[in-house]
């Protein structure tokens, strides 16, 4: 009876720590949020910018691969020393921020179907390397805006 015991509070103990294995585990992965989106109203009848910051919780880092809209394409771009240039994907840093903003990395909206205005929002999803695809809808602002905060 005695060995019964011991075996079952061994067999409890290792499944306690498998348990674990696998929390630590899951918390390893990317944990992706966005904030902060806004599209200034284009001046363009063609094209359009898009901002937010997508936080990243997780233990893992990801990465932005593309964006789709259904109001045009969309391709993700980086601003290095003043030039602006395409890119496949920008890194979004375990336990950190990728920050697209006025004047640095950035959306851009090419082939517009329609012109986007001040008090509509546009619906973008973003798809990364290894997170599911998260669908943002993006308040349109005056071309002028400037947020407070989070860019």
Do not use: W
């Not at 284009?42 to 593309?66: H, Q």
């Not at 006025?102 to 973008?124: A, C, D, I």
């Amino acid at each position: 009876m005695r060995r019964t015991a011991v075996t079952a509070a061994a067999l409890a103990g290792a499944l306690a720590l498998a348990g674990c294995g696998s929390s630590s585990a899951a918390d390893s992965k990317a944990d992706l949020s966005v904030n902060a989106a806004y599209m200034p109203q284009p001046v363009s009848d063609s094209m359009a910018a898009g901002f937010l910051t997508i936080a990243n919780k997780g233990g893992t880092e990801d990465e932005l691969t593309s964006v789709t809209s259904d109001i045009g394409e969309v391709t993700v771009h980086e601003t290095v020393d003043s030039a602006m240039q395409e890119v496949k994907e920008l890194p979004v840093p375990a336990h950190g921020e990728l920050v697209l903003k006025s004047g640095g990395n950035h959306l851009m909206f090419e082939r517009l179907k329609r012109k986007p205005k001040q008090g509509e929002t546009v619906s973008v999803e973003l798809h990364f390397a290894e997170s599911e695809p998260v669908t943002v809808e993006m308040p349109v602002k005056s071309a002028t805006y400037t947020p407070d905060s989070g860019h």
